[in-house]
């Protein structure tokens, strides 16, 4: 069974960055989209963004647009979500995914693998 590890979360102030980093026991992410979801407490998980394998397009919720970069480095097999001007409201439990499906990258049905999420807090 593939593992992914984010890593990266932490306790930042608003208007404040953080970078996660998430990486496979496998090289997957060659071959699968990579997408990332949060969860914030008493909410549903919802999407963030996603990065396409085949041509590296990307997806965003317009909730993160203009503040979130997703990007992938193929050397080192690992997908990063670049957070900036973070607000209170991105408070959550981030998680990587990984899928190979062509169909709903933004759906959280259509993963196969998953992190076991990194904790993002940001105080106001």
């Known amino acids: 069974q593939v593992q992914l590890v984010e890593s990266g979360g932490g306790l930042v102030q608003a208007g404040g960055s953080l970078r996660l980093s998430c990486s496979a026991s496998?090289?997957?992410?060659?071959?699968?989209?990579v997408g990332w979801f949060r969860q914030a407490p008493g909410k549903e998980r919802e999407f963030v963004a996603a990065?396409?394998?085949?041509?590296?397009?990307?997806h965003y919720a317009d909730s993160v647009k203009g503040r979130f970069t997703i990007s992938r480095d193929r050397a080192k097999d690992t997908v990063y979500l670049q957070m900036n001007s973070l607000k209170p409201d991105d408070t959550a439990v981030y998680y990587c995914?990984?899928?190979?499906?062509?169909?709903?990258?933004?759906?959280?049905?259509?993963?196969?693998?998953w992190g076991q999420g990194t904790q993002v807090t940001v105080s106001s």
């Open positions: 995914a990984a899928t190979d499906t062509n169909f709903d990258v933004d759906s959280e049905y259509e993963y196969d693998y």
């Open positions: 496998e090289r997957i992410f060659e071959t699968h989209h």
């Open positions: 990065t396409i394998w085949s041509n590296d397009k990307t």
